[in-house]
């Protein structure tokens, strides 16, 4: 290694890439820009919860589905919903852009949601099954785009060189989740009791509308958004970085000596350096020292030289890595709430006095707890935890995500004691062989299980969006938005995975624990099941966050 090489005799090495964001109009971006995004989004949401939340209810009482069956179903097609989104920021980041990206994925949605639509109204039952799931998978492409792109399109309308738009950022993410849920609760209310006590074609159809109001309103604002340029793949960045590395294995680095390593940052000279050095994988250094192979070339070889910022974008990748994968047991209990839960309020009182509440609507009381608990959160906790920990947001985002984790356990603890008790007047009502009785229990049994369950949404759901935007490297903050969605696609998985283990071992020692005859099995063996794996994660959680270090800028 040529120790005397600096880094201002390679002006060369730099990677030639557009600026992160394009010249800003001042007059542009801010709340201005960021509220029709919002409302895009909310329109969007109103048609996915008002689909999803009723899902299960289709597929069971419409398409005839054994209930463990639909679980899966649901569960498959929430988790390729949610996986898909890596491959639409992927396109979004290298070439299409976020605005181009939204609008394309909209109409490919608004596609879907009309072929729902036809679907459940003039398609023949023979065909209608078929069809059905090739108009669901059809969304799931629509959300590919949309999903990774509009909320890290409505976060890039606040500057990060403004401390109030900063600050503004930070607060932005918690009205962003409570318009989600505001969207999402009027769905469970309006569109589920259509399709319950009116059709589903009206209910599909009343969905498929606010799609194309969203795609207006969304066109509405082209003129105030601060746009992003696509900034050619990010895959590429980070296999240069491990690749280097490795082709500088046995080359030394001196600790405190920056003269043999490449600082020069991939954008222009007179621009700062957005990341500083970290020690944790101090292995994927050597990808940024300038050895003597380095500084005889007349170019850069970027899959042998690297600049600081692209190795430290690296090491944020690599420190989201475990805090993901802890995350993913959250995801799996959330995934209960769309289909045991419901499955569960549907054999319950759910009458008041001739009105009977549709099963899949007890969903509200997740929103409810949501609307009500994110003003207090922002309003209230942040100030007064901000005097005591000097924390801008009052507590970190780590900590707001392990909170989270927390009550998600108390989520399956209630869960489990609530199933114990229907189980137990199902026994002394003789109703064990007859799933189709209304077991003399009523549904507000279950309401504990749904606020607590909103409760944590407000903390690990919004922690967990927060963390992937505000620590990912700014070029790929889509994909973070992906990563972030993945944890609900891989947790359904996951779920989906642990529900067909039960039944194997179960079956083996007696009556299968989850079973078409939800009145036979043991769905509260199975919570007790699920808290344990979740307090083991919490354990393990709390150890990776003790060890996690933010990005420095």
Same mark, same amino acid.
């Given at each position: ?100 990206? $939204?609008?394309?994925? *909209? +109409?490919?949605?608004? /596609?879907?949601?009309? =072929? @729902? ?63 989600i849920i505001v969207a999402g609760s009027v769905a469970v209310l309006v569109v589920i ?12 159809? $009343?969905?498929?509308? *606010? +799609?194309?109001?969203? /795609?207006?309103?969304? =066109? @509405? ?111 799996v209990v959330q995934s209960f709430v769309q289909t045991f839960f419901t499955k569960q ?39 007064i935890a901000r005097k005591f920990t000097g924390h801008h947001s009052g507590i970190t ?157």
């Amino acid at each position: 290694m040529d120790s005397s090489a600096s880094p201002d005799r390679h002006h060369d090495y730099q990677d030639i890439e557009k600026n992160i964001i394009s010249e800003q109009d001042h007059s542009k971006g801010g709340w201005t820009a960021a509220i029709f995004i919002i409302f895009v989004e909310m329109a969007e949401r109103f048609s996915y919860y008002g689909m999803s939340g009723n899902l299960i209810t289709y597929l069971t009482n419409e398409l005839k589905e054994p209930i463990p069956v639909a679980v899966k179903d649901v569960n498959t097609w929430t988790g390729v919903s949610a996986l898909l989104p890596l491959l639409g920021a992927f396109i979004a980041d290298s070439y299409l852009g976020r605005f181009t990206t $939204i609008l394309v994925s *909209s +109409i490919i949605y608004c /596609l879907g949601m009309g =072929l @729902l639509t036809v679907t459940v109204s003039v398609i023949p039952l023979h065909l209608r099954k078929a069809m059905f799931f090739v108009a669901l998978y059809i969304l799931s492409v629509g959300l590919a785009g949309h999903k990774p792109c509009a909320q890290t399109f409505a976060a890039d309308q606040f500057s990060e060189d403004s401390p109030e738009e900063r600050k503004a950022k930070s607060s932005f993410f918690n009205w962003w989740y409570m318009g989600i849920i505001v969207a999402g609760s009027v769905a469970v209310l309006v569109v589920i009791y259509i399709q319950d006590n009116v059709s589903w074609a009206a209910g599909f159809g $009343i969905m498929t509308g *606010s +799609i194309l109001v969203a /795609l207006i309103i969304f =066109l @509405l604002g082209i003129k105030k958004y601060r746009k992003q340029e696509p900034l050619g793949s990010p895959f590429t960045k980070v296999a240069q970085v491990f690749v280097a590395a490795v082709r500088k294995q046995h080359t030394k680095v001196t600790t405190g000596d920056s003269s043999g390593v490449y600082f020069r940052d991939d954008t222009s000279p007179q621009r700062p350096l957005s990341s500083v050095h970290t020690n944790q994988f101090r292995f994927l250094d050597k990808a940024m020292v300038i050895d003597d192979l380095d500084a005889s070339s007349e170019t850069r070889n970027p899959w042998r030289l690297c600049s600081l910022n692209q190795v430290e974008q690296v090491k944020l990748l690599l420190r989201l890595l475990p805090i993901w994968i802890c995350c993913l047991m959250f995801a799996v209990v959330q995934s209960f709430v769309q289909t045991f839960f419901t499955k569960q309020g549907s054999t319950m009182i759910r009458s008041i006095g001739s009105f009977q509440i549709p099963q899949a609507s007890l969903l509200i009381f997740v929103g409810l707890t949501i609307i009500v608990f994110i003003p207090i959160y922002d309003r209230l906790f942040v100030p007064i935890a901000r005097k005591f920990t000097g924390h801008h947001s009052g507590i970190t985002m780590l900590q707001r995500i392990g909170t989270g984790l927390l009550i998600s356990v108390i989520i399956m603890i209630v869960a489990a004691m609530v199933e114990a008790r229907r189980l137990k007047i199902i026994r002394d009502h003789n109703l064990m062989d007859n799933p189709k009785a209304i077991v003399p229990m009523r549904v507000w049994w279950l309401v504990p299980q749904y606020v607590i369950s909103g409760l944590s949404d407000v903390f690990a759901f919004v922690g967990i969006q927060e963390l992937f935007y505000d620590q990912m490297p700014e070029a790929m903050r889509s994909l973070g938005a992906a990563f972030y969605l993945s944890v609900t696609g891989v947790g359904n998985f996951i779920s989906s995975g642990i529900i067909t283990l039960v039944q194997v071992i179960s079956s083996k020692y007696g009556e299968k624990w989850i079973s078409d005859n939800i009145n036979r099995g043991h769905l509260d063996y199975f919570y007790w099941v699920i808290a344990a794996l979740s307090i083991l994660n919490l354990f393990i959680y709390v150890w990776i966050a003790k060890g996690f270090v933010y990005k420095k800028n």
